[in-house]
């Protein structure tokens, strides 16, 4: 749902959803970087020796990797599971789940505005997210300080 583009950065937090389940690893499209397709090895899902890989993760789950490396020339992204802890991942989990709420606040203000949400990125979103970071940020000033936010805008 987000609008980041490109490839995620080492290290990064990203949120992902478990497509294929292998006994080497498993594949998950990366949520917010347009279902871009990764990869976590067995050797990274948990500490510990791993038996029975679904004993950890199984398919269409939603996970929290860390970004272990990118290949943008070949497309591969390599991720790690057992990298992140839970308060990370709670973290990263509440953090997506805001800018999805954002996003769909975005949404209904285009619709609002008869323009299609592209379009609503054109006038104002991309300024947003340049000025807070994210548009949750800029949605949560408004509501804390509608007066400054109007002075800016």
């Known amino acids: 749902m987000s ?3 490109g490839f995620p950065e080492n290290g ?3 949120v992902c959803t ?3 389940v292998k006994n080497f690893g498993a594949f998950v499209t990366l949520d917010e970087y347009d279902n871009k397709e990764g990869f976590i090895h067995v050797r990274d899902v948990a500490t510990g020796w791993v038996k029975y890989i679904r004993d950890y993760i199984r398919e269409g789950q939603k996970i929290v ?3 272990l490396g990118v290949d943008s ?3 591969h992204i390599d991720l790690s599971l057992k990298s992140v802890n839970d308060h990370q991942k709670r ?3 509440q953090q997506w ?3 999805n709420k954002a996003e769909k606040l975005l949404e209904i203000v285009a619709q609002r505005l008869s323009t299609s ?10 300024t947003l997210l340049e000025d807070y970071g994210t548009l949750y940020d800029a949605f949560e000033s408004v509501v804390a300080d509608p007066e400054s936010f109007k002075e800016d805008y």
């Open 3 to 5: 609008r980041a583009r």
């Open 12 to 14: 990064e937090l990203v």
């Open 18 to 20: 478990v497509t294929s």
């Open 65 to 67: 990797c860390k970004v």
């Open 73 to 75: 020339q070949k497309g």
């Open 91 to 93: 973290e990263r989990i």
């Open 97 to 99: 789940k805001n800018e």
């Open 117 to 126: 949400v592209d379009d609503a990125y054109d006038l104002f979103g991309n």
